[in-house]
């Protein structure tokens, strides 16, 4: 069992967002999801339209997500890979090299970001839309 894990808020779930999840799943047979919740969006200075619950129910839904966990911290992700005996961590490429450190303990891979798309444009769009 080839284990996988990606981490992101994943708010107004969209097609860049299920673009992601199908690749990163195609790493193995088991994909987690670590949930970045209001607490922790707060410090990344994004407030989500969906709560946790609500975007955690969306993600479960899905057919490529086997688990989703809470994300708390930045620093979790290390304990995250070693607890569930990860094989592969999966992000964007907006954050190529940014957890190339975890390369001791798993394999890291960035996937290009589906373009044109994401949950600030949507917000955006949606307000300016005459
Ligand atoms: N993504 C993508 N294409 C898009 C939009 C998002 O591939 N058009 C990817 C992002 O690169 C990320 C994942 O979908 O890998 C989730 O995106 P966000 O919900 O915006 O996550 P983010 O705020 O980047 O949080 O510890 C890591 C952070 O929690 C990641």
Known sequence: MRRVITYGTFDLLHYGHINLLKRAKAYGDYLIVGLSTDEFNA?????????YDQRKELLESLRYVDLVIPEQTWEQKRNDILLYQVDTFVMGSDWA????DLSDICDVIYLPRTPEISSSKIKNDLEHRN
Request: aromatic letters at 24%.
């Open 43 to 51: 410090g990344k200075g994004k407030k989500a339209y969906f709560s």
């Open 97 to 100: 090299g940014k957890f190339d």
